[in-house]
């Protein structure tokens, strides 16, 4: 079975600039997060999708992040306009084909992450 | 707030030792608690998952603990080897939701 993909996985941008992430999650997965990983922390979740619905979104800087997931299957993040402290690995992940419910126990899939370097 | 809590500093070892990694948590009582592996410039892999209901539970060379009395998740490799070498995260649910809060780390190094 496919992973989990994402793609760029580097980018190196100036500050103020605009920046997108794309993610595939594993087919058939409903859920769908996105994490922020800064060096020598633990992932951060950002924003977490039900099928094309939002579940959370409480930690996502929503003055310069987006994020949308229109079909219900691949997932778009975007950084508008990109900061220092946006410098960070963006990890996708994906879960459960049963949705929330079913998935209290289920471990996340991860991809192998945006490394984004903010100059 | 709701806190997990890993030992920052690496874990450096010989190989053929047991590696004994700790996850503290704070101020709740997490349903379960998640262990994932972590190599460079890779997502984490999900290892194992233990209730607040299991004492222990195996996998292969892998052992992981919940004691809630201490709050705490202890995470074991046994024979450990050079390949074992990663970062290993502990992840626990907040509290009423399904949002996981991930750990900082620890970083595992077994010497051949």
């Known amino acids: 079975e496919a992973g989990v993909a994402q793609s760029p996985r580097y980018k190196i941008i100036e500050k103020r600039q605009s920046v997108a992430f794309w993610c595939n999650p594993i087919?058939?997965?409903?859920?769908l997060y996105w994490y922020q990983q800064i060096l020598g922390q633990g992932p951060k979740l950002l924003i977490q999708?039900?099928?094309?619905?939002?579940?959370?979104d409480s930690q996502l800087p929503k003055d310069r992040f987006s994020a949308e997931r229109l079909k219900g299957v691949d997932s778009t993040l975007k950084i508008q306009p990109a900061k220092l402290e946006d410098s960070a690995v963006y990890l996708c992940?994906?879960?459960?084909?049963?949705?929330?419910?079913?998935?209290?126990?289920?471990?996340?899939?991860f991809g192998p992450g945006t490394r984004l370097t903010v100059l | 707030s709701q806190k997990i809590e890993q030992n920052s500093e690496a874990l450096n070892i010989q190989e053929g030792k047991t590696a004994t990694l700790t996850c503290n948590y704070t101020?709740?009582?997490?349903?379960?608690l998640q262990w994932y592996r972590q190599d460079p410039g890779r997502g984490p892999v999900f290892l194992l998952l233990?209730?607040?209901?299991?004492k222990e539970k195996r996998k292969e060379r892998l052992k992981v603990t919940f004691d809630t009395t201490l709050k705490q998740s202890l995470f074991h490799i046994t024979a450990s080897q050079p390949a074992d070498s990663a970062t290993y995260l502990c992840?626990?649910?907040?509290?009423?939701?399904?949002?996981?809060?991930f750990g900082s780390g620890t970083r595992l190094l077994v010497r051949p």
């Open positions: 992940a994906s879960s459960s084909p049963q949705g929330l419910a079913a998935n209290a126990y289920n471990e996340q899939f």
């Open positions: 087919s058939g997965h409903a859920t």
């Open positions: 999708f039900q099928n094309n619905g939002v579940v959370d």
């Open positions: 101020n709740y009582s997490p349903a379960y």
């Open positions: 233990i209730r607040e209901n299991e």
């Open positions: 992840a626990a649910p907040m509290d009423s939701s399904y949002k996981l809060i």
